[in-house]
């Protein structure tokens, strides 16, 4: 496996974010208990809905973001803040685009900006939207994985499309206390557990996979040299 795996924020998306390798210690270390439960929900929010919106479309390049739907986070959960007109949506994603496993699923300090192409916005993005209409409801992490599980097996949510891929290249992104920033980076998502016909995880291979059974995919994931404002990024090492 590669010395610098990841996080899934998936959704993550949120999705959040699953890390693995250098990132993934990292989070390991973060006191598990600190966590423990949803903060208040005045501390998931940014009062600046322009602010936001900046935010949300720091996560592609402005040739991608700026023509993008941007959606924000309100009390009753993401709505639109911003038009688009060529298929992508952007947005931040907050703790729980991650796993329920995750042990920063309630950190109120994540801010992942992340946009969408139209084929994960489709078919992607609705189970992180779903996941924030359960956790607005008060809903335990037990009680998000089975509605969406629930929602996978009634079709509600919809059959991934293979096209379907998203952009992390934001300076601004918190992806947990650990990892933070970590790197810019653009996102893959392939049905089942695929990580093994990408020739993924193994030495050498740019390609980074984690399977994230809650989301019924894999999330490949590979590192990009530059922020979306064009800056230099950490340097990348297989």
Same mark, same amino acid.
């Not at 949120?14 to 250098?22: E, H, K, N, Y």
């Not at 489709?122 to 409801?137: E, S």
């Not at 059959?159 to 790197?183: E, F, I, R, V």
């Given at each position: 496996?590669?010395?610098?795996?990841?996080?899934?924020?998936?959704?993550?998306? #949120?999705?959040?974010?699953?890390?693995?390798?250098?990132?993934?210690?990292?989070?390991?270390?973060?006191?598990?208990?600190?966590?423990?439960?949803?903060?208040?929900?005045?501390?998931? #929010?940014?009062?600046?809905?322009?602010?936001?919106?900046?935010?949300? /479309?720091?996560?592609?390049?402005?040739?991608?973001?700026?023509?993008?739907?941007?959606?924000?986070?309100? /009390?009753?959960?993401?709505?639109?803040?911003?038009?688009?007109?060529?298929?992508?949506?952007?947005?931040?994603? /907050?703790?729980?685009?991650?796993?329920?496993?995750?042990?920063?699923?309630?950190?109120?300090?994540?801010?992942?900006?992340?946009?969408?192409?139209?084929?994960?916005?489709?078919?992607?993005?609705?189970?992180? #939207? #779903?996941?924030?209409?359960?956790?607005?409801?008060?809903?335990?992490?037990?009680?998000?994985?089975?509605?969406?599980?629930?929602?996978?097996?009634?079709?509600?949510?919809?059959?991934?499309?293979?096209?379907?891929?998203?952009?992390?290249?934001?300076?601004?992104?918190?992806?947990?206390?650990?990892?933070?920033?970590?790197?810019?980076?653009?996102?893959?998502?392939?049905?089942?557990?695929?990580?093994?016909?990408?020739?993924?995880?193994?030495?050498?291979?740019?390609?980074?996979?984690?399977?994230?059974?809650?989301?019924?995919?894999?999330?490949?994931?590979?590192?990009?040299?530059?922020?979306?404002?064009?800056?230099?990024?950490?340097?990348?090492?297989?």
């Amino acid at each position: 496996m590669p010395k610098n795996p990841i996080i899934v924020l998936t959704l993550p998306c #949120l999705f959040v974010a699953t890390f693995t390798s250098i990132a993934h210690r990292a989070h390991a270390q973060a006191p598990q208990a600190a966590y423990a439960a949803m903060a208040p929900l005045n501390q998931y #929010l940014i009062a600046d809905q322009n602010a936001e919106i900046a935010l949300a /479309r720091s996560g592609a390049p402005a040739t991608i973001s700026k023509d993008a739907e941007v959606m924000v986070l309100g /009390r009753d959960g993401y709505t639109t803040a911003a038009n688009g007109t060529n298929g992508f949506m952007c947005l931040v994603e /907050r703790g729980w685009g991650a796993a329920t496993t995750e042990a920063e699923f309630w950190n109120p300090k994540v801010r992942s900006p992340i946009c969408f192409n139209a084929a994960a916005a489709r078919t992607f993005a609705p189970i992180f #939207l #779903l996941k924030t209409k359960l956790v607005l409801a008060g809903k335990s992490k037990k009680e998000i994985l089975a509605a969406t599980d629930a929602a996978f097996e009634s079709k509600e949510l919809p059959t991934l499309d293979p096209a379907a891929m998203c952009y992390m290249m934001s300076k601004q992104q918190y992806l947990n206390d650990g990892g933070k920033s970590w790197h810019p980076h653009v996102m893959f998502f392939v049905p089942g557990d695929s990580a093994q016909t990408w020739g993924a995880n193994l030495d050498g291979s740019p390609m980074i996979a984690v399977n994230d059974p809650e989301e019924r995919a894999t999330i490949m994931m590979m590192w990009a040299a530059e922020w979306s404002d064009g800056s230099p990024a950490p340097p990348m090492k297989y």
